[in-house]
Structure formats: C-alpha cells, structure tokens
C-alpha cells in the first residue's frame, strides 16, 4: 500500500493513503496533537473535511483500526448450516460456468435444483433477492439456499462436484 507522507513546516505531518473506491483519506496530524481527517474523492478533487479528532480520541479510534478491541473471525463462505438440513452455500462463477452470461430467469435454478439465489456479489457490491432478468458474469458469487441435496445438485451442474 502506498502512502504518501509530506511534512508540514509548522504545522506537523500530512498523510494520504489511497482506498479501494478511487478515494482517499488526507489525515494532517498537527504539533499540538490535533488530528484532522478529510476524504478526497478522487486524486483531483478538493478534500473534505470529515473529523478532527484530539490525540486521545485519535489513539482511541487507531486502536480500534488496529484490532485491539476486536478481532474478527474469520468465517469459512463455504457453506453455512442454518438449521435442519437448509444450507447456505457461495459459489464463484469462473471463465467456465454454464450461468455465465445467463440471467436468473434463463438458469432456471430454481426448478432445476430446488436451490434459490439469495444474493449475488459481484467485486464490492451485493445485489440481494435478485430480479429474474439479473444477469450473470464470470467472478460473480451466488449466495444461495436450500437442502444439501438440492445444492449438491446445483454444484454438479455448475461443474464442481468431486
């Protein structure tokens, strides 16, 4: 990751770190301990100034960047029992798949296997309860819910099955 770091005669440190959007966050870090956040929306935008912070809040909020307080499980999106024999299941279309460059509606998921897509990921967006005319594409990630044997036979139609 690269962040840029200029100082600031007198007045303390700029940093910018660029985020996955096209944005970035500016954090001036001031002498006195004063600490300021902006987010520029894009590398030509002006910044905008979201929250100054004291140097306590500012340790505080960096500490809860930094996991201190938390530490998130990591959780395996593979499948997921939710009771009974109802299992969620995620599915990532490769170059290969069948669904690729077929809508919901085409697929016929639902009547083929008794599995029903719940929602797609496609990169940082999530289309939940998706339309019949929602069209699938090669990366996207079907979240979907039904019995084992219904997402078993989904899995093998999609090419996965051992």
């Known amino acids: 990751m690269d962040i840029s770091e200029t ?33 520029k929306e894009h590398a030509d935008a002006d910044a905008d100034r979201i929250i100054e912070l004291s140097e306590d809040e500012a340790e505080a909020f960096g500490a809860i960047l930094e996991d201190v307080h938390f530490q998130p499980a990591e959780m395996d999106m593979s499948s997921t029992m939710i009771g009974g024999d109802t299992v ?24 083929k296997t008794g599995v029903t897509v719940i929602a797609v990921e496609r990169g940082p967006d999530a289309y939940p309860s998706p339309r019949p005319s929602f069209e699938f594409e090669v990366g996207d990630t079907l979240v979907t819910i039904g019995r084992s044997d219904e997402q078993a036979e989904l899995e093998s139609r999609l090419g996965k099955a051992d």
């Open 88 to 111: 969620i299941e995620w599915y990532t279309l490769n170059e290969d798949s069948p669904l690729a460059g077929s809508t919901l509606k085409e697929s016929n998921i639902r009547n």
């Open 7 to 39: 100082d600031l005669p007198g007045v303390g440190k700029r940093f910018e770190l660029p985020v996955h959007d096209g944005s970035s966050l500016v954090v001036i870090i001031h002498n006195t301990g004063k600490h300021e956040i902006f987010k």
